[in-house]
């Protein structure tokens, strides 16, 4: 199983990004997947969830303003950050949650400032 | 939404120690509780499932325990790779919650 995260980098406030999360090594379609992040020097913080027939669920912090999508013919999962705040300021991670085992992404940084 | 108040934030320890860590659920979850373990700059690993389950690979020093609400990580001896911060994660409802974290740090 292999999760690579791309599309990171440093935004304005208020503006847009998009992240992809390119999956491998697993029948991606079969599978619920996460994004999860985590600011700089602080804990882990679940954003969105979407599962394997597209149905997905959110945070409150992020509610509105991300989007979380998948393509199954590409292997791929996606976040859409709108309407970004500096306190989206973290490494981003895709991740799979299985019951007995997980995989994580290496991360993405996201830096929002002016 | 469920919240997962973990305790303490920082837990000095000596090698050969045994340590405890904890998360209190504001709600019930079942067993749906997982812990973490992540080192600077790395991804967090799992090291329990289902509140009591030992995930692969992870040495049997490592054990988890529930008592109601309360989630325990016990770590029987202390080792120096075990150095890191600690997190649970509550999966029984969206939005999945983590508990705020445990660095684990040598005295």
């Known amino acids: 199983v292999q999760l690579v995260e791309s599309g990171g980098g440093l935004v304005q406030p208020g503006k847009s990004l998009k992240l992809s999360c390119s999956a491998s090594g697993f029948t991606f379609s079969s599978y619920g997947m996460h994004w999860i992040r985590q600011a700089p020097g602080k804990g882990l913080d679940w954003v969105a969830y979407i599962s394997s027939s597209s149905g997905t669920v959110y945070a409150d912090a992020v509610k509105g303003r991300f989007t979380i999508s998948r393509d199954n013919a590409k292997n791929t999962l996606y976040l859409q950050l709108n309407s970004l705040k500096s306190e989206d300021t973290a490494i981003y991670y895709c991740a799979r949650l299985t019951t007995v085992a997980t995989y994580w992404g290496q991360g993405v940084m996201v830096t929002v400032s002016s | 939404d469920i919240q997962m108040t973990q305790s303490p934030s920082s837990l000095p320890a000596s090698l050969g120690d045994r340590v405890t860590i904890t998360c209190r659920a504001s709600q019930d979850i079942g067993n749906y509780l997982r812990w973490f373990q992540q080192k600077p700059g790395k991804s967090p690993r799992l090291m329990i499932y289902g509140a009591t389950n030992l995930a692969a690979g992870v040495p049997s020093r490592f054990s988890g325990s529930r008592s109601g609400s309360d989630y325990s990580l016990t770590i029987s001896s202390l080792e120096s790779e075990d150095m890191a911060d600690y997190y649970c994660?509550?999966?029984?409802?969206?939005?999945?919650?983590f508990g705020a974290g445990t660095k684990l740090e040598l005295k």
């Open positions: 994660l509550q999966s029984k409802e969206s939005p999945f919650t």
